[in-house]
């Protein structure tokens, strides 16, 4: 088995399950026969797994993802030395000294963004900005445009997963580092890791424009009118 074709199917997994073995075909450009090959070696290691859905009509579809296996070949940085870390402030310093601990790496990571995305402009490119910054963190950020001029912040893995298992106030903080930093927008989390699903997702929607005052309404305001 090609091991560039594996870990492309891995990679895709990753980033886009559930997905059929005809999704992974068009993506990687070789036959479906091809891919099943390969997921059966992929199975065989423990390292993907299916689910079917049942149509009405028809062979059920055979949707495939990653497996907590696999999952773990992503780097959670540091992650042993962290989760340590975290036991030890809450130890000696009890629930306060952590939640000082994550309000001190939240406002150091937002004065590091604000000064990036200040310099963005629109929000398109703000968020955008936003988007790489935490590609290079390693959270396999992307960003999707909605057909309601909303903005969905993607991120496909978490590399801090452990840390924010053991403390999810790590998770809490995230949430109001990007509600601080695009003030302008509504900011919800859709789709959460901790929560089972396969991605963390941020829904950012403009906030809407005051609606302005008609110039017949302005002229009756005006005493005497």
């Not at 997994?13 to 036959?31: E, Q, S, V």
């Not at 590399?159 to 403390?167: G, S, Y």
């Not at 919800?188 to 110039?215: K, M």
């Amino acid at each position: 088995m090609s091991e560039g074709t594996a870990e492309r199917i891995l990679f895709l997994l990753k980033t886009r399950a559930p997905l059929t073995a005809g999704d992974l075909a068009r993506d990687l450009g070789i036959t479906a026969m091809g891919v099943r090959q390969h997921l059966a070696r992929l199975e065989a290691d423990g390292l993907v797994a299916f689910a079917d859905e049942r149509k009405s009509v028809g062979r059920p579809k055979r949707h495939w993802r990653l497996t907590a296996k696999a999952e773990a070949r992503f780097p959670d940085t540091h992650a042993q030395v962290a989760v340590e870390l975290i036991g030890g402030v809450d130890r000696l310093f009890g629930p306060q000294g952590l939640d000082r601990l994550i309000a001190l790496r939240e406002a150091e990571m937002l004065l590091r963004y604000h000064r990036e995305l200040d310099l963005a402009g629109t929000l398109a490119k703000r968020v955008r900005r936003l988007a790489e910054l935490r590609q290079i963190e390693g959270y396999m950020a992307a960003v999707e445009t909605e057909t309601d001029g909303s903005y969905l912040l993607v991120e496909n893995h978490c590399p801090i997963c452990a840390a924010a298992k053991a403390c999810q106030g790590f998770c809490r903080s995230e949430l109001s580092m990007f509600q601080a930093l695009l003030a302008d927008c509504t900011v919800e989390r859709i789709d959460h890791i901790l929560a089972g699903a396969r991605r963390c997702a941020y829904r950012i929607t403009p906030a809407a424009s005051p609606s302005r005052t008609s110039s017949r309404d302005r002229r009756s305001a005006v005493p005497g009118r």
